[in-house]
C-alpha cells in the first residue's frame, strides 16, 4: 500500500474499515447524508465567493452547471464527449479558500481547465478518480496549487505516461475545433504557450512526488469545509478507481465506474475487470437516495439509477459472452458483436475492446 502523507488541512480520517461491504457509508454508522452547516475552521476567510459575479458562459470553452450551490459539473460543451472525463469542482458556498477538483482531463486541456475553474474559484485539493489520460493528463496545471490525490495502483502508471500526454498536445487544436460552438481563442492560447515548455514536463508534472495517495477503502476528509469521502472498492474499469462521495451537498462521482448513455470500457491491461466492477456497483447502488446527484466517468449527469443501468449493461455483455463462448464462437468473431440492446449507445468504438476483455477475463482463470 502507499505511504503516508502529511495533508494539509487533513482535519479527519475515518479508521479503515474491513469488510468492503462495511466501508459504504451508514453501514456502519458513518455519517451519511447531509450533514448540518458545520462552522468554518479558524483563519478560513469568510468573505463573499468569487460565483457571486458569474464569468460569462459564453466564453468559456467548457460548459459549467451548477448541480448545487458551490458545486460545479465542469463538462463538454453541448454534451461532447470527445474532451475526457467529466470533472467537479466543489467548495463551501460563502468560502473562498479554494476548491476541490475531481480529475484534471487530457494533458492539452489542463491549462484552459485551470484558467476557467479559477473564474470561480481557484483549484487547491485535486483528486483522480483513476490514472487514465483523460483524468490525469491535466494534473501538470495544477501541481504547483493543489496537492494530487490518486490510489497507489495510479501513481506508477500515470508516471508512465508522461511522453503518451506530451505526444497528445499535437492534437489538442484539432480536438478542439470539433467541439461544437466553443470559444477557441483563449484555448489556443493555453495551448501554444503549454507546447513552447512541453519537454520540460517531466513525469512528476503527471504525479508528483508528494502525490497524496488514497490507500485506504474508506477515506474521510475535510477539505476547505467540504466533507469528502473517498472510496475504493477494488478492481472493476480499472485496478484503482476511486469514487468521491460528498454527503453534505448529496452529490456523487463516479469516476468511470459509469458511463451513461455510453458503452463502457473495459481497461483490461490497467487491472480492470468485469466482475469486479458488476460487484462494485452492487455497492454503490446502496450509497445515497432519490435526491442524489451523480457524476459519471462520461455522460450526462442524472440520478443514481444509472448505476443500476451500468451493472445490468455488465451483466448483459458477461452473459453474451459466455453464451458465445459455450456455443464456440472465436474471439475475434464476438469482438464485432453487437449485443441485443446495446445500439443505440455512444462511444461505438469501445464495445470491441470491452467484448475481448471480457472474453479474455472468462478465460483465464476464476478469482
Ligand atoms: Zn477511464
Known amino acids: 500500500m502507499g505511504r503516508l502523507i502529511d495533508r494539509r488541512e487533513f482535519l479527519c480520517r475515518a479508521a479503515a474499515l474491513g ?17 448540518g452547516a458545520t462552522p468554518p475552521a479558524a483563519g478560513d476567510k469568510q ?3 468569487p460565483a457571486a459575479t458569474k464569468p460569462d458562459a459564453a466564453r468559456l470553452f467548457f460548459e459549467f452547471r451548477e448541480l448545487r450551490p458551490g458545486v ?12 475526457g472525463g467529466n470533472n467537479l469542482l466543489v467548495w463551501r458556498p460563502g468560502l473562498t479558500v479554494g476548491g476541490v477538483l475531481i480529475d484534471a482531463r487530457h494533458a492539452w486541456l489542463g491549462p484552459t481547465l485551470r484558467r476557467e475553474c479559477a473564474a470561480f474559484n481557484a483549484v487547491n485539493h485535486v483528486i483522480n478518480t483513476h490514472h487514465h489520460a483523460d483524468h490525469t493528463g491535466g494534473n501538470h496545471a495544477f501541481r504547483d496549487m493543489a496537492p494530487i490525490y490518486m490510489h497507489p495502483n495510479a501513481r506508477p502508471r500515470v508516471l508512465g505516461m508522461r511522453d503518451t500526454n506530451v505526444r497528445g498536445l499535437g492534437a489538442g487544436a484539432a480536438a478542439a475545433a470539433r467541439v461544437k460552438d466553443a470559444p477557441l481563442d483563449d484555448l489556443l492560447r493555453d495551448l501554444d504557450e503549454l507546447k513552447g515548455r512541453a519537454e520540460q514536463l517531466t513525469p512528476e508534472d503527471f504525479a508528483p512526488g508528494d502525490a497524496q495517495l488514497m490507500d485506504k477503502p474508506f477515506e474521510a476528509m475535510r477539505l476547505n469545509e467540504v466533507r469528502v469521502e473517498v472510496l475504493h472498492h477494488g478492481p472493476a474499469h480499472t485496478d484503482n478507481d476511486l469514487i468521491v462521495w460528498l454527503p453534505q451537498v448529496n452529490v456523487l462521482h463516479t469516476g468511470d465506474l459509469v458511463f451513461h448513455g455510453l458503452h463502457a470500457f473495459l481497461d483490461r491491461p490497467g487491472g480492470g475487470t468485469v466482475r469486479g466492477w458488476i460487484k462494485v456497483l452492487d455497492k454503490l447502488g446502496t450509497l445515497g437516495d432519490r435526491d442524489t446527484i451523480v457524476v459519471p466517468g462520461h455522460g450526462e449527469p442524472g440520478d443514481r439509477s444509472m448505476i443500476a443501468r451500468q451493472g445490468e449493461y455488465l ?7 459466455e453464451k458465445q463462448r459455450a456455443a464456440g464462437t472465436p474471439r475475434d468473431e464476438i469482438v464485432k458483436m453487437v449485443p441485443e440492446g446495446a445500439g443505440s449507445l455512444g462511444l461505438a468504438r469501445v464495445l470491441p475492446v470491452t467484448l475481448g476483455a471480457v472474453y479474455d477475463e472468462l478465460s483465464g482463470p476464476v478469482e
Request: hydrophobic share 45%; charged share 20%.
Open 315 to 321: 451483466r448483459g455483455l458477461l452473459e453474451f459472452v
Open 72 to 83: 460545479l459539473a465542469v463538462l463538454g460543451r453541448g454534451g461532447d464527449t470527445t474532451l
Open 19 to 35: 469488510a468492503a461491504a462495511a466501508v459504504i457509508p451508514g453501514v456502519l454508522g458513518e455519517p451519511t447524508g447531509r450533514e
Open 47 to 49: 468573505v463573499p465567493t
